[in-house]
């Protein structure tokens, strides 16, 4: 079966501290997939190293078979990978019609000329866009104005409008970054049902970084779990949830053996 | 009869929004009235006249602003503009030059503080160096416009005639522009105060180029600058005449450069707000919010702080050669730091982002530097020479420091205009509105009909698998 996406022995270095570590990564298209790892285990690392943000030290990272290292971030959201930010970044002076818009850069096709001049072929698109980002507001659930500043939203509706932004591109992946973090449990659950659709209805291949472990035992098909930068387990969320291993790395030795005992 | 009419007109005033109209229309008369009785021969003796009459000057382009904020129709505030800077304006300035030369120079600023607000307001590039274009667009049309070419290149063929002014307009903002792409390759890359430390050098590399470029080869004649600047042609001067309207060359070419200036601007307005309302504007924007998510969206970081540094370098390419034909004569001191400072300044009095903030922004500062300032040195000296003391503590007034005029606290007022802005009110005087949508266009998707969205404009990139899990 083709890959989406697939790392092989990717290796990224900060000075002495190997932040990730020969990690092999394959992904068939249409599944909803968890990595999960202690705090500092290089989770979010992988993901900048995905979208471009750091360059690999070595390894390869191909996208539907064709290389991404040495592309720019905005090349590689130009070929259909889309994320959210564990630390919501919005552009939190503008609107969330504008945050969405933004998030639909690459689409735009009316060049200067038809700007200046506001030919159809611009105000066509602007509208037709707008449209399509009005109904994304609406599928991400969310309740606030389109011209309301983002900065003046709730958390869990600035988390609704970056999922609207990253969703506003058409990636063909998207890398979701702690989606449910800093949520309670009712948004939490609205929000795993949100990812499902994002895969369902638009047929949008899901990594998702978590620690909600009821999140991650619900939706994902298939887990990995990093620790030091290494890659310690794989497997349907059954299996990594018994593999002493992982125990070991959440909880401690003692609490491995205690498991298997 | 008459009273039935009266009653009519007083309900229709009542009812409509007339009553701005007439607001606005009376703050415009009672300016001009003011302006008018300043304007009487004898007023000048009055004391504090620089004062009272740069106030009464604010004042009437104030009406301007009176006209933006008033709830009216597009169309009745452009009539209202447009015969405020076409009809009133002028006819002031006919009868006093000085006013005509305040708001031209302001207009010059205006577009300026226009373009830099593209880099600065928009996409968030704080660029120290910005005079630098300006002086590009000025030297360009000062060396080619003059004599000077001559001597660099050992021709007689220079000046070229005024007709080739406005061909060099556009060469000027084509040339700013690339000198703006070519600073911003390599300086782009950097961030922050990163940026501000390069530009402000650039800015001040390209003065100090001015000044020394009169060897080997003497383009820009060094210190002692270019002189005599070509002007544009009069070419309506003989429809004029057919007209039966004689006027002077010095009124003309006042009117000239005041009507050219606004004519940049309108054009530097329309452009902005293009801009601004698109694609383009919006990853400026999102450049300056957040650099990595704006990339993460797909922006092209470099390629959009170039365009933004381009658009805002042609601004000031244009105005520096307008500057240079206007002033006759141009030399490296109108380029310093100080001129870079200054549009910022009105930029971040205006409000960083806001178009209308950047205009009353240069134009107040304009206003606080050739009129009020030199104004109150002028008063200060007429008072020296009278010998007039300081009462209270006896101090005679002809032995106040002339390091101490107010014409050389502008840098001082720059200081502790920009301290209180940042305190009281750091959005700015006029502080960018983010665009919302009309609210027809929200209300009236709301009432469409619920369906799953997105669906049909998303076709699924790939058909959906059934769930099964990763390893059986």
Same mark, same amino acid.
């Given at each position: 079966?083709?890959?989406?996406?697939?790392?092989?022995?990717?290796?990224?270095?900060?000075?002495?501290?190997?932040?990730?570590?020969?990690?092999?990564?394959?992904?068939?298209?249409?599944?909803?997939?968890?990595?999960?790892?202690?705090?500092?285990?290089?989770?979010?690392?992988?993901?900048?190293?995905?979208?471009?943000?750091?360059?690999?030290?070595?390894?390869?990272?191909?996208?539907?078979?064709?290389?991404?290292?040495?592309?720019?971030?905005?090349?590689?959201?130009?070929?259909?990978?889309?994320?959210?930010?564990?630390?919501?970044?919005?552009?939190?002076?503008?609107?969330?019609?504008?945050?969405?818009?933004?998030?639909?850069?690459?689409?735009?096709?009316?060049?200067?000329?038809?700007?200046?001049?506001?030919?159809?072929?611009?105000?066509?698109?602007?509208?037709?866009?707008?449209?399509?980002?009005?109904?994304?507001?609406?599928?991400?659930?969310?309740?606030? #104005?389109?011209?309301?500043?983002?900065?003046?939203?709730?958390?869990?509706?600035?988390?609704?409008?970056?999922?609207?932004?990253?969703?506003?591109?058409?990636?063909?992946?998207?890398?979701?970054?702690?989606?449910?973090?800093?949520?309670?449990?009712?948004?939490?659950?609205?929000?795993?049902?949100?990812?499902?659709?994002?895969?369902?209805?638009?047929?949008?291949?899901?990594?998702?970084?978590?620690?909600?472990?009821?999140?991650?035992?619900?939706?994902?098909?298939?887990?990995?779990?990093?620790?030091?930068?290494?890659?310690?387990?794989?497997?349907?969320?059954?299996?990594?949830?018994?593999?002493?291993?992982?125990?070991?790395?959440?909880?401690?030795?003692?609490?491995?053996?205690?498991?298997?005992? | 009869?008459?009273?039935?009419?009266?009653?009519?007109?007083?309900?229709?005033?009542?009812?409509?929004?007339?009553?701005?109209?007439?607001?606005?229309?009376?703050?415009?008369?009672?300016?001009?009235?003011?302006?008018?009785?300043?304007?009487?021969?004898?007023?000048?003796?009055?004391?504090?006249?620089?004062?009272?009459?740069?106030?009464?000057?604010?004042?009437?382009?104030?009406?301007?602003?009176?006209?933006?904020?008033?709830?009216?129709?597009?169309?009745?505030?452009?009539?209202?503009?447009?015969?405020?800077?076409?009809?009133?304006?002028?006819?002031?300035?006919?009868?006093?030059?000085?006013?005509?030369?305040?708001?031209?120079?302001?207009?010059?600023?205006?577009?300026?503080?226009?373009?830099?607000?593209?880099?600065?307001?928009?996409?968030?590039?704080?660029?120290?160096?910005?005079?630098?274009?300006?002086?590009?667009?000025?030297?360009?049309?000062?060396?080619?416009?003059?004599?000077?070419?001559?001597?660099?290149?050992?021709?007689?063929?220079?000046?070229?005639?005024?007709?080739?002014?406005?061909?060099?307009?556009?060469?000027?903002?084509?040339?700013?522009?690339?000198?703006?792409?070519?600073?911003?390759?390599?300086?782009?890359?950097?961030?922050?105060?990163?940026?501000?430390?390069?530009?402000?050098?650039?800015?001040?590399?390209?003065?100090?180029?001015?000044?020394?470029?009169?060897?080997?080869?003497?383009?820009?004649?060094?210190?002692?600058?270019?002189?005599?600047?070509?002007?544009?042609?009069?070419?309506?001067?003989?429809?004029?005449?057919?007209?039966?309207?004689?006027?002077?060359?010095?009124?003309?070419?006042?009117?000239?450069?005041?009507?050219?200036?606004?004519?940049?601007?309108?054009?530097?307005?329309?452009?902005?707000?293009?801009?601004?309302?698109?694609?383009?504007?919006?990853?400026?924007?999102?450049?300056?919010?957040?650099?990595?998510?704006?990339?993460?969206?797909?922006?092209?970081?470099?390629?959009?702080?170039?365009?933004?540094?381009?658009?805002?370098?042609?601004?000031?390419?244009?105005?520096?050669?307008?500057?240079?034909?206007?002033?006759?004569?141009?030399?490296?001191?109108?380029?310093?730091?100080?001129?870079?400072?200054?549009?910022?300044?009105?930029?971040?009095?205006?409000?960083?982002?806001?178009?209308?903030?950047?205009?009353?922004?240069?134009?107040?500062?304009?206003?606080?530097?050739?009129?009020?300032?030199?104004?109150?040195?002028?008063?200060?000296?007429?008072?020296?020479?009278?010998?007039?003391?300081?009462?209270?503590?006896?101090?005679?007034? #002809?032995?106040?420091?002339?390091?101490?005029?107010?014409?050389?606290?502008?840098?001082?007022?720059?200081?502790?205009?920009?301290?209180?802005?940042?305190?009281?009110?750091?959005?700015?005087?006029?502080?960018?509105?983010?665009?919302?949508?009309?609210?027809?266009?929200?209300?009236?998707?709301?009432?469409?009909?619920?369906?799953?969205?997105?669906?049909?404009?998303?076709?699924?990139?790939?058909?959906?698998?059934?769930?099964?899990?990763?390893?059986?």
């Amino acid at each position: 079966m083709a890959y989406l996406l697939e790392l092989r022995k990717v290796t990224k270095r900060f000075g002495g501290l190997v932040a990730v570590n020969h990690v092999d990564f394959t992904l068939e298209p249409g599944r909803i997939v968890s990595i999960i790892g202690p705090n500092g285990a290089g989770k979010t690392t992988l993901f900048n190293l995905v979208t471009g943000i750091y360059k690999p030290d070595s390894g390869e990272v191909l996208f539907e078979g064709r290389p991404l290292v040495g592309l720019r971030p905005d090349q590689i959201t130009a070929k259909g990978i889309a994320r959210t930010f564990q630390n919501i970044r919005l552009f939190s002076n503008m609107t969330v019609m504008e945050n969405i818009l933004v998030g639909m850069h690459t689409r735009f096709r009316a060049n200067p000329m038809d700007i200046l001049f506001q030919t159809s072929r611009f105000r066509e698109e602007e509208q037709r866009l707008r449209d399509e980002a009005l109904r994304l507001i609406r599928f991400v659930g969310l309740r606030a #104005s389109p011209d309301e500043l983002v900065k003046n939203l709730p958390y869990g509706e600035q988390r609704k409008v970056e999922l609207a932004r990253a969703l506003a591109a058409h990636p063909k992946l998207i890398l979701l970054d702690e989606p449910t973090a800093g949520m309670n449990p009712q948004e939490t659950a609205e929000t795993t049902r949100l990812i499902r659709r994002l895969r369902d209805e638009l047929g949008i291949t899901v990594i998702l970084i978590e620690h909600q472990m009821r999140v991650v035992m619900g939706i994902s098909e298939r887990v990995t779990v990093l620790d030091y930068g290494e890659k310690i387990a794989e497997g349907t969320p059954e299996e990594v949830r018994r593999n002493p291993r992982v125990i070991e790395a959440y909880l401690g030795r003692g609490a491995a053996l205690e498991a298997i005992a | 009869m008459i009273r039935a009419k009266a009653v009519e007109w007083i309900a229709r005033i009542r009812n409509g929004r007339s009553i701005y109209l007439i607001g606005v229309l009376v703050y415009i008369v009672a300016a001009l009235l003011l302006m008018n009785w300043l304007g009487q021969p004898g007023m000048r003796g009055v004391a504090w006249y620089p004062l009272i009459s740069a106030l009464a000057f604010a004042a009437f382009l104030g009406s301007l602003l009176v006209i933006y904020y008033a709830p009216m129709a597009g169309a009745v505030k452009a009539l209202l503009s447009l015969a405020i800077l076409l009809v009133l304006l002028p006819l002031l300035g006919v009868r006093n030059p000085f006013l005509l030369e305040i708001a031209t120079q302001a207009g010059i600023f205006a577009a300026m503080a226009i373009g830099l607000n593209i880099v600065v307001g928009f996409a968030g590039l704080l660029d120290l160096g910005y005079v630098a274009f300006y002086a590009v667009g000025a030297y360009l049309w000062a060396i080619f416009g003059s004599p000077q070419a001559n001597i660099a290149f050992g021709t007689n063929r220079f000046p070229l005639e005024p007709e080739w002014f406005f061909l060099f307009l556009f060469l000027a903002v084509g040339v700013a522009a690339l000198t703006g792409i070519l600073l911003g390759l390599p300086v782009l890359r950097v961030r922050g105060d990163y940026l501000a430390i390069i530009t402000l050098a650039f800015g001040e590399v390209i003065r100090v180029i001015a000044n020394n470029l009169d060897k080997p080869i003497n383009l820009t004649n060094g210190p002692q600058g270019i002189r005599p600047v070509q002007r544009p042609p009069l070419f309506f001067k003989p429809w004029l005449q057919s007209l039966g309207i004689r006027a002077d060359d010095p009124v003309l070419y006042a009117l000239y450069f005041y009507l050219l200036v606004l004519l940049v601007i309108g054009f530097a307005i329309w452009l902005a707000r293009r801009l601004e309302n698109s694609w383009v504007g919006r990853a400026w924007t999102a450049i300056r919010e957040d650099e990595l998510a704006a990339q993460a969206m797909g922006i092209p970081l470099v390629r959009m702080k170039l365009a933004a540094f381009a658009t805002g370098a042609s601004f000031a390419g244009a105005m520096g050669m307008i500057f240079a034909a206007k002033q006759y004569f141009i030399n490296p001191e109108s380029f310093t730091f100080m001129e870079s400072i200054g549009i910022l300044v009105m930029v971040i009095l205006g409000g960083m982002g806001s178009i209308p903030g950047s205009i009353v922004g240069a134009v107040l500062l304009t206003i606080l530097n050739l009129q009020i300032l030199k104004g109150l040195s002028q008063m200060l000296n007429t008072l020296r020479q009278a010998g007039v003391v300081i009462p209270l503590i006896n101090f005679p007034l #002809s032995q106040w420091p002339t390091q101490l005029e107010p014409a050389k606290y502008e840098r001082l007022v720059f200081g502790i205009l920009l301290v209180l802005m940042m305190i009281l009110r750091p959005q700015g005087l006029i502080p960018e509105q983010r665009h919302r949508m009309e609210l027809a266009e929200a209300i009236g998707r709301e009432k469409e009909p619920e369906r799953l969205p997105i669906e049909e404009e998303l076709p699924p990139v790939v058909s959906a698998p059934e769930v099964k899990p990763a390893r059986d």
